[in-house]
């Protein structure tokens, strides 16, 4: 038995009758392991995260793949064994064959991303995955979490928010994962999209306020771009109420947003809350007394022994 999955099953057998918290792994489980490839995706169920998060692009022959950048990273591709030279091309500009001849197998250890994730493990090999093939290796009891990646200031890079909420609905549908799947997105466009064209799927408004991306823009005068048309202003300058009025069953902040109060609001609205990108086993610990619903990590290893401490069980 692996190491991995040792640590899973201790810590199974310390849970006894916990209750239930949403545990998602971030790309899979990106701290660990080659982030949005299969792999990846294994270590974290090995590891028993309840819900696998990931992101969304799509082909030029409109093939829904799984990757966090509209174009190729050149951090996590190669060609022929080479780290490419600089970002590009865009993935929407690729078809699926031409795609599948990159490695996204590692991160390069010599950039600023790869020296973020010393414990990541390679996996050399590894491909752009399908969001079909991606389903038929998660298996049939395993909850999803996929974002479509789009940004309204670049349109030229994705297709437009309805097409691409269609593309990703009729992947959904066809691997009968419907009752299992969360669609989210910063780019409230998709999840307004997915709500007229799929109503009985859950959506999750993703949130960030912060100085290094703000998309909520409270202080800039004019409507946000990424908050699908809804004014912020007329729902009180509640990020909660703003999520409640775009359909949508969770709310998903940045975790430096999360605040004892806007976690009342918003599950007192209905909404589940889930904060992303929670690393630190200190901050996990905090925002699950914040009464958080689940949480999104690069380190589903790290939030297990937090979890079982506090009689919760990803779930």
């Known amino acids: ?13 310390l849970s006894g009758a916990a209750h239930a918290f949403d545990l998602q792994g971030h790309r899979g489980a990106r701290g660990l392991a080659p982030e949005n490839t299969l792999a990846g995706f294994r270590v974290a169920l090995e590891l028993g995260v309840s819900t ?42 690729q078809t699926l064959a031409e795609l599948k001849r990159y490695d996204i197998g590692r991160v390069n250890p010599a950039s600023k ?10 996996a050399d090999g590894e491909r752009f995955p399908t969001l079909a093939e991606f389903f038929a290796m998660a298996g049939p009891r395993v909850r999803f979490n996929i974002e479509i990646k789009s940004d309204p ?14 593309l990703v609905i009729d992947g959904i549908r066809a691997a009968k994962a419907v009752e299992r799947t969360t669609l ?3 780019d409230w466009r998709g999840l307004i999209a997915a709500r007229r064209l799929a109503p009985e799927l859950a959506t999750a408004c993703l949130s960030i306020e912060s100085g290094g ?21 007329a729902h009180g300058g509640s990020l909660p109420r703003l999520a409640k009025a775009a359909g949508c069953a969770v709310w998903s902040p940045f975790w430096r947003n999360v605040t004892a109060e806007n976690v009342k ?22 925002l699950i007394d914040l009464g958080v619903d689940g949480l999104i990590t690069d380190y589903p290893d790290r939030a297990r022994p937090v979890l079982a401490a506090k009689n919760l069980k990803p779930s």
């Not at 990757?67 to 591709?77: A, E, G, K, M």
């Not at 991303?113 to 990541?120: A, D, L, R, S």
């Not at 609001?265 to 905090?286: F, H, Y």
């Open 1 to 13: 038995m692996s190491r991995i999955a040792s640590l899973a099953c201790a810590i199974s057998a």
């Open 52 to 93: 696998l998060e990931t992101d969304l692009a799509v082909t030029k022959d409109e093939v829904v793949v799984l990757s966090h950048d509209p174009v190729l990273n050149p951090d996590l591709t190669r060609l022929d064994g080479q780290w490419l030279a600089a970002a590009g091309p865009p993935i929407r500009s």
């Open 113 to 122: 991303y790869g020296q973020q994730y010393p414990e990541q493990k390679p």
């Open 153 to 166: 200031n670049k349109p030229d890079l994705t297709l437009p928010p309805d097409r691409f909420a269609a």
């Open 184 to 186: 989210q997105s910063f």
């Open 213 to 233: 991306f703000d998309m909520v823009g409270r202080n800039s005068g004019r409507p946000s771009p990424w908050l699908g048309g809804l004014d912020l202003a």
């Open 265 to 286: 609001e918003a599950q007192a609205l209905g909404l589940k809350v889930i904060p992303w990108t929670v690393n630190n086993p200190a901050d996990m610990d905090r």
